[in-house]
């Protein structure tokens, strides 16, 4: 924020009445070390969400059935839309253009394939929004699942590059599959371990996009963009194999090559279901990641799982902390 608070949006552990799953709005004012809730009503509408906070001050936060709520007052109080956005379009990110138009490159929920995107643009700081739908080029392999069914695009996360580039990673299920590697459903286990995260990408400033290709192996889903200051690239990631947790990768030409031979472990977890690393760059070159793990046996605990933050240093172009 402005005056340099940090805010979340973690899940709500319990869903509502209505059976729908909500996020709760958390601040730090130590940077990332304490946090309280704030937010009246308790509770925001959604998951896989979008925060952003624009150059006046507002919160922005996107659900995934594309939900919009705003804040003016640093995320105490939340105007709350359903559905507001074009197509059922979500995003985990939101872009403010240098004129003041907010962008964000989603997937559309009706249906969410691989062979097209949403893109949604708001010029009254997200109160009304206007999209269209863009296409993506087929071929890589195949877009339909092992059963026939077409292959569901979701989780989208992009960032803007120079010269009018754009890159968009998103979770395909793994019948989608990672070049000549044998997906987990092809030895009879087809679940959500085997999903993992695709690139797209744009050269025309998001009007076309390229045949996906692979950026994350088997097992490793819920993928996050973040632009350096230093200009590279950085996912953070889930493990939904051994080692379970967070972790990241760094590309330092842009998302042409990511460097998956030396991951950052960022945390662990107990079990398969943990994740949604998100990261922002902080003002010493910092980043903090926020991730929920699963750290308390179910027997134990009326809710097994916590989300939390960690604060790390990047590593230089050596590799060198």
Known sequence: MPNNDLIATPMNPVAGADGRLTAVVQRSRDGGLTWEQVAAPPT??????GLAVLADGTLLHIGYSGSVSRSEDGGSTWEIADAQLPFGAFSRNIEERADGTLR???????PPTVEQLAICESSDRGRTWEGRLV????????FMDYEGARVVAEEPSWVSLPGGR???????????????EIPPFARGDYGEAG????????SD????WSAPRPLTGYGEPHGFLTRLQDGRLLCTYAHYHLPFGAA???SADSGKTWDTEHPIRLSRSLAVFCGWPTSIRMPDETVMTAYTI???EESTQVNDSVSEVVRWPLPDRNGEP
């Not at 296409?135 to 195949?142: Q, T």
């Not at 999903?195 to 744009?202: N, V, W, Y």
Request: aromatic share 4%; proline share 6%; no cysteine.
């Open 44 to 49: 925001l509408p959604g998951k896989e969400h």
């Open 104 to 110: 964000l490159v989603g997937v559309s929920n009706s």
């Open 135 to 142: 296409p993506v080029a087929g071929g890589n392999p195949v």
């Open 166 to 180: 754009l890159l968009l990673a998103f979770r395909a299920e793994q019948s989608l599959l990672i070049g000549t």
């Open 195 to 202: 999903d993992h995260m695709m690139l797209t990408e744009s």
């Open 205 to 208: 400033n998001g009007e076309h």
């Open 248 to 250: 990241a990768i760094l």
């Open 294 to 296: 699963k750290a308390y």
